[in-house]
């Protein structure tokens, strides 16, 4: 049988197959699990669409929804999916503002995972009459994909008209 071996950093994850799951209802980075990049001689992209993200407004406690994508070059390690699924469950109950939870996911998974790059944005649903669409990215400092970041961070949504994020 050909496919990934055990050895291959499959040993340290808990969660996938795992029928037992607990869903954490409040902020829990620790369930993030990560396993070996067999193809970090490369770059490409992995990309992430979480269409049921659910926060709480920190004042009033109301439910935030969001679609959240994750996008990101790895570099040594990628994110076991269902960990990232958890992960981003975790924050059914957490009380910050949208730009807040945008960052925190994205400063976890820099911490988990050492990205060679790694962009998130949160496209919130209206409330009030105002949709709050919070991006930021991060390129490994050095690397031509300092460069990448800082060029995509100038050249973000230059077009917003032309964006349909509803």
């Known amino acids: 049988m ?3 071996k055990k050895e291959e950093g499959l040993t340290d994850l808990t969660l996938l197959g795992n029928q037992n799951t ?3 209802s409040d902020y829990a980075p620790e369930v993030l699990e990560s396993v070996d990049n067999l193809h970090s001689e490369r770059d490409y992209f992995v990309k992430f669409n979480c269409p049921e ?5 920190p004042i009033t406690g109301q439910p935030d929804f969001a679609t959240m994508y994750i996008s990101y070059i ?10 990232l ?14 730009e807040d939870c945008v960052n925190i ?3 976890d998974l820099i911490k988990l995972l050492d990205p060679r790059y790694i962009e998130v944005w949160g496209k919130f649903t209206p ?9 930021c990215n ?3 400092p050095g690397t031509k994909f300092e460069e990448m970041a800082a060029h995509r961070l100038m050249n973000h949504d230059m077009y917003p008209e032309k964006v349909d994020n509803r």
Request: hydrophobic share 30%; charged share 20%; glycine share 10%.
């Open 127 to 135: 409330r009030g009459g105002i949709s709050i669409d919070p991006w």
């Open 2 to 4: 050909s496919g990934r």
């Open 53 to 57: 993200f659910t926060s709480l407004c």
């Open 22 to 24: 607990q869903y954490k």
């Open 105 to 107: 996911i994205m400063n």
């Open 138 to 140: 991060y390129g490994q």
């Open 85 to 98: 699924k958890l992960y981003l469950f975790s924050f059914r109950n957490h009380g910050d503002f949208h």
């Open 74 to 83: 790895p570099n040594k390690k990628i994110v076991e999916s269902k960990s």
